[in-house]
């Protein structure tokens, strides 16, 4: 897409801080930092949601995920790692290109991935595992 940040960043168009590139995804640290080492795994396809992409596509993006997971764990060695995939501006997606966020975390560094929990009544969650199941 012409007008994609992430678009111009695969092709080079957009200087970025690279880390990880193979056929199906490039890596590079996240200009706006949640913590030091915050890397995007970007698809090098233009598809806005994770739920849009061809199964082997999904497959290479998340075998770069995991490569570059275990690099920041093995050289920044994290107490804890956050993979995220927001799909939608109503769940934090900015960028409408399928990235993932891998966010490394420590003991004390203020960010909090705790949402509120709902009670959802036994038989609504019969009724919702029914819906969803493929």
């Known amino acids: 897409m012409e007008d994609c940040i992430f678009c111009k960043i695969v092709k080079g168009e957009i200087p970025s801080y ?4 193979d056929d199906s995804a490039i890596a590079f640290l996240d200009i706006n930092p949640m913590a030091r080492g915050h890397t995007l795994v970007v698809s090098k396809k233009h598809v806005e ?3 849009d992409m061809d199964p082997d596509d999904i497959g290479g993006m998340f075998r770069a995920v995991g490569k570059v997971g275990d690099s920041i764990q093995k050289r920044l060695n994290p107490a ?3 993979y995220i995939v927001n799909q939608g501006r109503t769940a934090g997606q900015i960028i409408p290109h399928v990235h993932c966020h891998i966010v490394p975390r420590n003991d004390g560094d203020g960010l909090e991935f705790h949402p509120k929990t709902i009670d959802i009544p036994e038989d609504e969650m019969k009724e919702i595992a029914e819906r969803l199941k493929v």
């Open 49 to 51: 949601f994770l739920s």
């Open 18 to 21: 690279r880390v990880y590139e």
């Open 80 to 82: 804890g790692i956050n």
